[in-house]
């Protein structure tokens, strides 16, 4: 039996006491008492379980599911166009495996523990297992998509598209050794993930990151949207020579990640306050991490006195002119900002980093805009395969992450508004009856249906109604009926309906098939 605990950094909270054993011989009969007891609503019975989904998770009718899967279709045909393959790992991992590489948001890990005596935890993102995965196999060279379930124990807003179990959906750069990083793409709720890892030229990699970030969102038409990008090395650089000793890089990063919620001024307190640095160091990171710009700040950049003569900052602002290069190549440069105040909070990072935002929501629908925060995000990991490996060794990757449940919340609520039906089946044909018994005409008719690779469906009675019948197919959006009656058998004929304008034809029986495809083609 799994029970799941909630970690805080770098410790395991006490779990509540194991409930007495039952022997399996026991089992049954008490289970079986207890569900009689509960029917029954006698005194003392166990109480009914609350009719509710967990707290930040949700059920998802079809209408909505079959809205997620035509977003995540889209997503994924993005990823193929980019030769990206599947993977899949365990929802399960090590707690050891995931521990140590998500800085202060190691405290949102479920932890489970069984009685094998395993420590596991629900997986956090798909780019840890990810790694796991390239030192376990001692893959060097790989570009992959994943999408499936992660947990986080944060506090849920699902109005803005954030829950504890969601998808994550991205895509995933391995490179063998180089000194270019690795890259990886991953989407937020669906994690949706894409990731390069392997040896490749700089930048080329990080560059096609972003290029299907661009491609996804503009395919998606969700607004106007702007892609946030910086490097670890560039905010290094800046806190070194700020005077922030190199100890407190990681949690400088991970206040100064606050920007994009907290005004300047909360930042600095927070610095001063909390994490120990002097108040003029802080002043000093706020020169640079209040910028953003382009190729033009970038230069300037270079030039800086300070900046200049920092090595990690002069390779960051190197690589950072170069993938400007290959973006105007691109030619997406205008929905991409250079903004030193991203720094994405995650330990792993090592280079390029990036994240889009919508700016605006262009639905004359909805009244207020819908405010569902970053969309995708990713960036670079030269580090994490090397901390699986046995002999360290390490494989350069870079990746991107869809925010699938948070692009999923905007168009939920544009459905909501507009009033739009969404197809919950893909049936094609209806086989319907006009008279009674006649229900084995309508198996056969259906069985021929069905083996020639057409999708059909019967209503399940013996002598249904034929309006009855239509109406299913007008309220289900089912485009074609195929009707067969007593005067229809005697010919050899089936009557095909255009559900939308009512037209009937009479078609020769060994033509049905042909022609049903012919109507159907797009």
């Given at each position: 039996?799994?029970?799941?605990?909630p970690?805080?950094?770098?410790?395991?909270?006490p779990?509540a006491?194991s409930?007495p054993r039952?022997s399996?011989?026991?089992?049954?009969?008490l289970?079986?008492?207890?569900?009689?007891?509960w029917?029954?609503?006698?005194?003392?019975?166990v109480?009914?379980p609350a009719?509710?989904?967990p707290?930040g998770?949700?059920?998802?009718?079809?209408?909505?599911?079959?809205?997620?899967?035509?977003l995540l279709?889209?997503?994924?045909?993005?990823?193929?166009?980019?030769g990206?393959a599947a993977?899949?790992t365990?929802?399960?991992?090590?707690?050891?495996?995931?521990m140590g590489?998500?800085g202060?948001?190691a405290?949102l890990i479920?932890?489970?523990q069984?009685?094998?005596g395993?420590l596991?935890?629900l997986?956090?993102?798909?780019?840890?297992?990810?790694?796991r995965?390239l030192?376990?196999?001692?893959i060097?060279?790989?570009?992959?998509y994943?999408?499936?379930k992660?947990?986080?124990?944060?506090?849920p807003?699902?109005t803005?598209?954030r829950?504890?179990?969601?998808?994550h959906?991205g895509?995933?750069?391995?490179?063998?050794?180089?000194?270019s990083?690795?890259?990886?793409?991953?989407?937020?709720?669906?994690?949706?993930?894409?990731d390069?890892?392997?040896?490749?030229d700089?930048?080329?990699?990080?560059a096609e990151?972003?290029k299907i970030?661009?491609?996804?969102?503009?395919?998606l038409?969700?607004?106007?949207?702007?892609?946030k990008?910086?490097?670890?090395?560039?905010l290094?650089?800046?806190f070194?020579?700020?005077?922030i000793?190199e100890?407190?890089?990681?949690?400088?990063?991970?206040?100064?990640?606050?920007?994009?919620?907290v005004p300047?001024?909360e930042?600095?307190?927070?610095?001063?306050?909390e994490?120990?640095?002097?108040?003029e160091?802080?002043?000093?990171?706020?020169e640079?991490?209040?910028?953003?710009?382009g190729?033009?700040?970038i230069e300037r950049l270079?030039?800086?006195?300070?900046?200049?003569?920092?090595?990690?900052?002069k390779?960051?602002?190197?690589?950072?002119k170069?993938?400007f290069?290959?973006l105007t190549?691109f030619?997406?440069?205008?929905?991409?900002?250079?903004?030193?105040?991203?720094?994405?909070g995650?330990d792993?990072?090592?280079?390029?980093i990036?994240?889009?935002v919508?700016?605006?929501?262009e639905?004359?629908?909805?009244?207020?805009?819908v405010?569902v925060?970053s969309?995708?995000g990713?960036?670079?990991?030269d580090?994490?395969v090397g901390?699986?490996?046995?002999?360290g060794?390490?494989?350069?990757?870079?990746g991107v992450?869809?925010?699938i449940?948070?692009?999923?919340?905007?168009?939920?609520?544009?459905?909501k508004?507009?009033?739009?039906?969404?197809r919950?089946?893909?049936?094609?044909?209806?086989?319907a009856?006009?008279?009674?018994?006649?229900?084995a005409a309508r198996?056969?008719?259906?069985?021929e249906?069905?083996?020639a690779?057409?999708?059909?469906?019967?209503?399940?009675?013996?002598?249904?109604k034929l309006?009855?019948?239509?109406q299913?197919?007008?309220?289900?959006?089912?485009?074609?009926a195929?009707?067969?009656?007593?005067?229809?058998?005697?010919?050899g004929?089936v009557?095909l309906?255009?559900?939308?304008?009512?037209v009937?034809v009479d078609i020769?029986?060994?033509?049905?098939?042909?022609?049903?495809?012919?109507r159907l083609?797009?």
């Open positions: 039996m799994l029970r799941v605990v970690l805080a950094a770098g410790w395991l909270l779990a006491p409930a039952v399996q011989a026991r089992a049954w009969p289970a079986h008492g207890v569900l009689r007891q029917r029954a609503g006698s005194a003392g019975a109480p009914r009719l509710k989904t707290k998770t949700r059920d998802h009718p079809p209408a909505y599911t079959a809205l997620r899967d035509r279709a889209a997503v994924v045909t993005c990823f193929k166009r980019h990206a993977i899949d365990p929802v399960l991992e090590l707690r050891e495996t995931l590489k998500y202060e948001e405290k479920y932890e489970l069984d009685q094998g395993e596991l935890a997986r956090y993102d798909l780019t840890v297992p990810f790694a995965y030192a376990m196999n001692k060097t060279n790989m570009k992959r994943h999408i499936a992660v947990y986080r124990r944060d506090n807003a699902t803005r598209g829950y504890r179990e969601f998808y959906c895509m995933w750069f391995a490179e063998p050794k180089h000194l990083c690795a890259r990886s793409l991953c989407c937020f709720f669906c994690p949706q993930d894409f390069i890892a392997g040896q490749f700089p930048m080329i990699p990080d990151c972003l970030v661009h491609e996804i969102l503009s395919d038409q969700l607004g106007d949207f702007l892609i990008v910086n490097d670890r090395r560039i290094n650089g800046i070194a020579v700020c005077g000793p100890s407190k890089f990681i949690t400088a990063c991970c206040t100064v990640d606050k920007l994009d919620k300047w001024e930042v600095r307190s927070e610095m001063v306050g994490k120990g640095l002097s108040p160091a802080a002043d000093h990171i706020g640079y991490v209040q910028l953003h710009g190729l033009e700040l270079l030039q800086d006195p300070k900046l200049s003569q920092n090595k990690l900052a390779e960051g602002l190197g690589d950072m170069l993938l290069e290959y190549l030619g997406i440069t205008g929905k991409i900002s250079f903004d030193l105040s991203l720094a994405r995650l792993y990072y090592t280079g390029v990036f994240e889009a919508l700016l605006q929501q639905n004359e629908h909805v009244e207020e805009p405010s925060g969309v995708a990713g960036g670079r990991y580090g994490l901390m699986f490996d046995p002999k060794r390490k494989v350069p990757c870079v992450s869809i925010g449940e948070r692009i999923f919340s905007i168009l939920e609520q544009r459905m508004a507009s009033g739009e039906k969404v919950t089946t893909e049936t094609q044909v209806l086989v009856t006009p008279h009674k018994h006649l229900l198996l056969k008719l259906i069985s249906l069905w083996g690779g057409i999708k059909a469906e019967m209503l399940y009675k013996k002598d249904p309006l009855k019948q239509l299913y197919c007008e309220d289900t959006g089912i485009p074609l195929a009707i067969v009656g007593e005067q229809e058998l005697t010919d004929v009557k309906r255009d559900v939308a304008t009512r009937e020769p029986r060994e033509k049905l098939v042909d022609e049903i495809r012919r083609e797009p």
